[in-house]
């Protein structure tokens, strides 16, 4: 197993020495991408995805690098850097150079692999993208996140729709339907819609599983041509879903070890038309298994417990499988070399036989013993032990030995003497002898554009004319007869090729490539000189086993001849369905085995020994039509006896008449392009294609014509139907008038009778009206006196209540103003107490203030005295005499000044008595802002601030008196005046107060 580390590399070589995968584990190369920094560590790649031709794949790292891997080329290299991890990816199918890429940000962007720049950006989840699927025709693509699904439009990059769901169910999987128009939708509820792309109409829903089934959904696949559906999940159980009928058809059950299922992809087949046989199964021990879905058997696996699978992805054309490893690696496995043990060629059986001419084995010698997975060698008894050994050559030999040498180390020879011995080639290893007999080429190339060409115009309605059970066989007959028209065109005109080519067809069913290259090696070797006389059966070849059957029985010859019965009776309805229809398949099988391994022209003898062996049924034939049921139907005869007989043929013919020396010896189809057939009149198969299309146009037209008339010819028809049912139609209505007539007679009468009755309903219904209103009217004039009264004494309560309110108002106010003025009352007792304490402080003051004033005199003449006696001198005391004279002089002064003082505040209370009389609606608080301007002392301001204390509640008084809105002003009144007298009292009191301390002081 190489590896390869991409590193900082953008470009380089995948490998560096041509890959050879193990049959063991298959790996092609594996891939990791390292960084070279101080710490070195792995990126991870998390999603790969494949392009339509399968040889190139992208892969892309959780740091957002994308490489595109050329695997035909050997060459990769990184196209983008995202910067974020992606995840999803997917080619754009219609331009081959450009990819779509989900990112982390939940946005999808398509970019350019060639020009590496930015497409487009599409935006619109809300969360991770983790799918994408491309339209087939690559001009949609649908992104799946777990809450919604989006269509784009690939040409413009606009989003078409939006799937909208509940929010309690989110999304598993949303994708195409391969090769189809169909969106197939999976919730995680186990629900399963169908929608056309094209109107998002809702074709089918599958039904929900059966309930002994527990399985929740997670993964599915499709085959190729759209027809199952693979789901899985949490479980060892595979549902297998039929989306044509709609239903559930079979259920798998995985090995014990599978406990859940990741991830289903179909292992695609070039030659299965679509019908994919092989499921890969990827299981949560990281092992994914290949099944055979029809026989439920393990074909091979990849991984392993140490090494296990996150993801797998194969290509278009199955030959290439990539994994993403939980290492964070990619592998690249060959199909090829896993699938190489399943369909390798047995070993040659000749090398175990030793000279067979001489003796014959028994049938104890093919006795195989087979096991699980591998293949063993045929048994050998205890009695007779065969030894090995490889057989000399002689020189002479060696050109021979070259044309019998046939591919897989097979010898032609060796083959035909084993035939002989053993009548047939062992059923498991048949299909494997006749391709190296044939020496098919396989030409995959060449056969896949005869496929593209699609069904030829000659078999369109080919079940028509072959009715086939088998659908599926009809579909490969169908192909492989239309490959044969395409590649030659006397194929289309050919009308026994069906029945030539139906045995090959339903026996290699299942590989359409070497279905149609057996069948065309059996034409141009087996069928030499069938077209020379076309569109008549071959008279050249009729004619040659018509002379074998002459020369060895004369007289079934003449029995023929007899009954007119020509070689297109007895000879070519077996040529024609190449003896199908009267062997069995296991008869028809060992016939071939001895035609492909002789000389072509041992076909014919085998009509002449088929004949020559049936000779005494057919010698009691008498009649045409025995002749013809005889050789169209199965008949009791032994095929081993004429198979022998073709060999006694062969040996006992004479040359000039045996047909090897006018047939071809064996040409093998070429390699690459398959030869070109000719081998017929052109211009007959020209003009019959001329002339079946001028009959096919004239068929058209006849057709058209043919439709005009039966259109014309049921317009008449429908006019006819329509005039006789409108004829029938005016025939009943007549009718129905008369009756009609006749019963409005009738009703006319007992509408007269009606109104009489009515009209003396009506006189007493009135009179019983009258009544019933004179009544009504006494009814309602009794309730209008009533009402009346009713209003009389509901005014008079509403009177007496307003006047009991009225009253009780009243009350409560006139308790209101007594309590008010017992409060007003404590409050001046209050007061008085206050204001006696108040004079007592002052007059301890002004005491005080007397006595110091009095120590301070003495102390000042104390001192005086003693500044005289101390004196004694004369000339001191005229200096004496002047300060006593400055003294004096200084007292003077501040007589003077106290005077002026004096004066001054006498003034003042003056103006303050003034202009407390001018302001008598509130006297109490213009005193009380006097005090506060004046400058007294400490007793007037205690004072002032308790009238202002008084003031404040006389004023509170009077805002409640006001909003009462009531007769008692009056009393109101009588209180501002009490309180008025009483704050001129105590303003004459406090200027006394305040003037004592000035006359003292004077």
């Known amino acids: 197993m190489q590896s390869t580390d991409l590193g900082n590399k953008e470009s380089g070589k995948i490998w560096h020495r041509k890959p050879t995968p193990a049959t063991r584990d298959g790996i092609i190369v594996n891939i990791i991408h390292s960084t070279s920094d101080s710490l070195p560590k792995i990126l991870r790649f998390l999603n790969v995805a494949f392009d339509s031709s399968g040889d190139r794949l992208m892969a892309g790292d959780h740091q957002g690098n994308i490489y595109v891997f050329e695997l035909y080329g050997n060459r990769f290299n990184l196209v983008q850097r995202t910067a974020q991890a992606c995840t999803a990816l997917a080619f754009n199918l219609r331009r081959k150079s450009e990819f779509l890429v989900a990112l982390a940000d939940y946005s999808i962007k398509c970019f350019d692999t060639v020009t590496k720049e930015l497409v487009s950006w599409m935006r619109g989840h809300e969360s991770s993208v983790f799918s994408i699927s491309v339209h087939a025709s690559g001009r949609y693509a649908i992104t799946t996140s777990s809450d919604t699904a989006q269509l784009w439009d690939l040409d413009t990059f606009q989003r078409k729709r939006k799937l909208n769901i509940r929010q309690s169910v989110d999304i598993q999987k949303v994708f195409f339907l391969p090769l189809s128009n169909t969106i197939l939708s999976c919730f995680k509820d186990n629900s399963i819609f169908a929608w056309e792309c094209d109107t998002l109409f809702c074709k089918y829903q599958l039904p929900a599983p059966p309930e002994s089934s527990s399985i929740l959904y997670k993964v599915f696949a499709v085959t190729r041509d759209g027809r199952i559906l693979a789901a899985g999940g949490k479980s060892s159980h595979l549902h297998l879903w039929c989306l044509e009928a709609k239903q559930l058809f079979r259920i798998i059950q995985m090995p014990t070890k599978v406990r859940a299922i990741r991830h289903l992809e179909f292992l695609p087949d070039s030659f299965d038309a679509g019908s994919n ?25 990849i991984g392993s417990l140490d090494e296990g699978i996150i993801s797998s992805v194969i290509s278009p054309h199955g030959r290439y499988i990539a994994s993403i490893m939980e290492n964070g690696s990619l592998n690249i496995y060959s199909v090829q070399a896993l699938t190489q043990e399943i369909n390798k060629p047995p070993p040659p059986l000749v090398k175990v036989i030793e000279d067979l001419p001489k003796s014959k084995l028994s049938s104890s010698d093919l006795k195989m013993k087979v096991t699980s997975g591998r293949v063993q060698r045929p048994a050998k008894s205890r009695e007779s032990k065969i030894q090995t050994r490889i057989l000399k050559q002689d020189l002479n030999d060696n050109f021979e030995n070259k044309e019998n040498e046939l591919s897989d180390g097979l010898n032609k020879k060796r083959l035909q003497i084993l035939l002989k011995g053993y009548g047939e080639y062992p059923t498991k290893y048949r299909m494997f002898i006749w391709r190296s007999l044939l020496q098919l080429p396989e030409n995959h190339t060449a056969f896949s554009s005869l496929i593209d060409k699609g069904i030829h115009v000659a078999f369109l309605n080919l079940q028509e004319k072959y009715p086939i059970k088998s659908r599926k066989l009809l579909r490969v007959l169908q192909r492989t007869l239309s490959s044969l028209a395409h590649w030659s065109a006397i194929f289309s005109d050919t009308p026994y090729l069906p029945l030539l080519a139906f045995p090959f067809v339903k026996l290699f069913q299942n590989n359409q490539l070497i279905c149609f290259e057996v069948v ?21 070849i009729l004619t040659m086993i018509e002379n074998v059957l002459a020369f060895h029985d004369k007289q079934l010859l003449q029995h023929f001849m007899d009954h007119n019965i020509t070689s297109q009776l007895y ?27 002789n000389h072509p022209s041992f076909l014919l003898m085998t009509v002449v020994a088929y004949n020559t062996c049936s000779r005494a049924p057919l010698l009691n034939c008498n009649l045409k039509d025995d002749f013809e049921y005889f050789f169209h139907h199965r008949n009791n005869l032994d095929i081993n006896v004429v198979i022998r007989e073709v ?15 006018m047939l071809g010896v064996f040409v093998a189809l070429t390699k690459g392009q398959y030869p070109v057939f000719n081998q017929y009149p052109k211009f007959i198969v020209d003009y019959q294609t001329q002339e079946r299309e001028r009959i096919r146009n004239d068929e058209l037209d006849y057709l058209r014509e043919r439709q005009t008339v039966e259109d014309m010819q049921a317009e008449v028809d429908q006019q006819r139907v329509e005039d006789e049912a409108w004829y029938q139609k005016q025939e009943l209505l007549r009718k129905a008038e008369e009756t009609r007539r006749e019963m409005l007679l009738q009703e006319e009468e007992k509408i007269i009778q009606q109104r009489q009755r009515l009209a003396a309903v009506k006189r007493e219904l009135k009179r019983k009206e009258m009544h019933l209103q004179d009544a009504a009217r006494r009814r309602f004039l009794k309730h209008q006196q009533d009402q009346r009264e009713m209003e009389l004494r509901r005014l008079d309560d509403e009177i007496e209540r307003k006047v009991y309110m009225r009253d009780q108002e009243i009350a409560t106010t006139a308790k209101d103003l007594e309590m008010r003025q017992l409060e007003l009352e404590s409050q001046k007792r209050l007061y008085e107490k206050q204001y006696s304490r108040n004079q007592e402080a002052v007059a301890k003051e002004v005491r005080e203030d007397a006595d110091a004033y009095r120590r301070k005199v003495n102390l000042e003449e104390h001192m005086f005295h003693k500044l005289i006696e101390t004196d004694q001198s004369q000339s001191l005391k005229t200096q004496k005499w002047e300060e006593a004279e400055g003294k004096k002089f ?29 302001h008598d609606e509130n006297p109490l608080k213009e005193e009380a802002l006097r005090f506060q301007r004046e400058p007294v002392t400490t007793s007037c301001l205690t004072g002032t601030s308790q009238l202002s204390d008084i003031s404040k509640t006389d004023s509170s008084s009077q805002i409640s008196l006001n909003r009462r809105r009531l007769e008692w002003d009056t009393t109101g009144q009588d209180l501002i005046e009490k309180v008025r007298n009483l704050r001129q009292r105590l303003t004459a009191q406090a200027r006394n107060r305040c003037q004592t301390p000035h006359l003292l002081a004077t």
């Open 890 to 918: 200084h007292l003077r002064s501040e007589k003077r000044a106290s005077a002026l003082s004096d004066a001054s505040r006498k003034l003042f209370l003056e103006q303050e008595l003034s202009d407390a009389l001018e």
């Open 647 to 661: 060999y006694h043929l062969m040996d006992t013919t004479p040359a000039d008449i045996h047909p090897e020396g």
């Open 571 to 597: 000879a070519w309805p077996l040529l024609e369905t190449v003896f199908s229809e009267v062997l069995t398949r296991e008869e028809w099988l060992k016939l071939f085995d001895n035609v492909f391994s």
């Open 520 to 540: 065309a090696t059996l034409i141009i070797n087996w069928c030499q000189h069938w077209f020379e006389y076309f569109p008549n059966p071959p008279i050249n």
């Open 277 to 301: 046989q092989v499921l890969g199964v990827l299981s949560q021990d990281g092992i994914m298994r290949f099944i055979n879905i029809q026989t439920c058997k393990l074909l091979f696996e």
